[in-house]
């Protein structure tokens, strides 16, 4: 016999796991090995948690199947998600980009969403074993501090969350899990993260570490009107994090620098005024000179503005424009935010977040291959995901 038999059973006590708990009924136990809940919560937003963004829907969601997550972000939206922070008392505020961030700490979000799942259980520290199917559910055999503790259940749900910041716990079992039951998982790889150069390239950028520069940054079809900030491996800020998502190794990336100006016509209009000036003198005006600097010296500039013909300044206009670059890699799982692909969701309901190849196991979060922009995104899709599933596990053992 089990040691414990539950309704529902919940791998991970992050954003989608806590949410989901909230909704499946009393009957529920949620689990983690880590040593307390929602350490992603806790650390997002610089320990503010950006928990929403007020522009949250399908078209900022990257995934094999583009309209899956339409059904869970269309029945529970970023409004149902504020209501509820505000039943709570927690203030909040807007910023950049219709990013909402808490007034005070991220830990309000953990308590509130520990509240919200009361009475359901939470243990902690625990870690997964095998597994196994049965006739009425699954048979989970868990470690719990230490001790071997068999737990029986009618609905399992995977809230493990992706292989990002490994720091944090993250493993990517939930991966495997899903594979024991017959899913396809799409090739992951880190998401939402800063970009690396070959060593000449870093050696160039060391003196523009912390420079932060406002950019237009595309890479394909996609482009990001966000800062792009240089560090000592290479460049990082909310531009390059976006763009990471769309980036495949090998590609290059384009960085328009001072957007929204005409530099051709500007340049030109000062070369009237300004031409005793030395050309970089003027640059330094529209950019950090620390960059001005060093593209003075990659692109071999030099002379007064008054020096410039309208060809070159046309030529120097459209390379601050299209400035090109190809990283050489991402720093990797280490610090990036998100984990792109996972569990394909041609096997899941869009509607339930349940399994179609296994009744009764559910799939939400990071696990599954949606993975939103940088902004608050990605919590909207826990929140989203995990309430879908936990209503329909709320209305099946209801009905039963």
Not at 74 to 95: C, M, P
Not at 294 to 315: I, M, P, T, V, Y
Request: net charge neutral.
């Amino acid at each position: 016999m089990p040691d414990h038999v539950v309704e529902t059973l919940i791998l991970g006590a992050g954003a989608a796991g806590l949410m989901c708990a909230a909704h499946t009924g009393p009957d529920t136990l949620v689990i983690d090995h880590a040593k307390a809940p929602g350490e992603k919560i806790r650390i997002s937003g610089g320990g503010r948690c950006n928990f929403t963004n007020m522009f949250a829907g399908p078209e900022n969601f990257l995934s094999a199947n583009p309209h899956f997550a339409k059904s869970a972000l269309s029945r529970y939206t970023q409004w149902d998600f504020v209501d509820l922070v505000g039943k709570h008392g927690i203030a909040w505020h807007e910023k950049t980009l219709g990013q909402l961030f808490c007034d005070g700490s991220s830990k309000e979000i953990i308590g509130m969403l520990l509240a919200e799942m009361a009475p359901a259980e939470l243990w902690l520290r625990t870690e997964i074993g095998q597994i196994t199917q049965t006739d009425t559910g699954f048979q989970v055999q868990l470690t719990r501090e230490g001790r071997p503790v068999s737990v029986r259940t009618r609905n399992l749900v995977v809230a493990t969350g992706g292989k990002s910041i490994p720091k944090m716990g993250a493993t990517g079992i939930g991966y495997s899990i899903a594979t024991q039951f017959g899913h396809e998982v799409i090739e992951t790889r880190p998401g939402l993260v800063p970009f690396t150069f070959d060593e000449h390239q870093k050696a160039a950028f060391k003196s523009l570490a912390g420079t932060a520069v406002p950019t237009v940054t595309s890479c394909d079809v996609a482009s990001f009107e966000e800062a792009v900030l240089f560090t000592h491996r290479g460049l990082s800020g909310p531009a390059i994090l976006q763009i990471s998502s769309f980036w495949q190794e090998g590609k290059s990336i384009s960085i328009q620098l001072c957007p929204g100006q005409d530099l051709f016509e500007t340049l030109r209009s000062r070369r009237q005024t300004a031409g005793a000036k030395a050309l970089t003198t003027v640059l330094a005006d529209f950019l950090p000179r620390t960059l001005v600097l060093h593209l003075a010296k990659e692109w071999r500039l030099q002379g007064n503005l008054a020096d410039q013909s309208d060809k070159a300044l046309k030529a120097l206009a459209h390379n601050l424009e299209n400035w090109s670059l190809t990283p050489t890699s991402t720093e990797g799982y280490r610090t990036a935010e998100v984990t792109l692909g996972g569990v394909s969701t041609d096997q899941i309901s869009s509607k339930t977040m349940e399994s179609r190849l296994c009744p009764g196991l559910f799939l939400i979060g990071e696990v599954v291959d949606v993975t939103g922009w940088l902004g608050g995104y990605n919590f909207q899709w826990a929140w989203s995901s995990a309430v879908a599933a936990g209503r329909a596990i709320s209305t099946k053992t209801s009905g039963r």
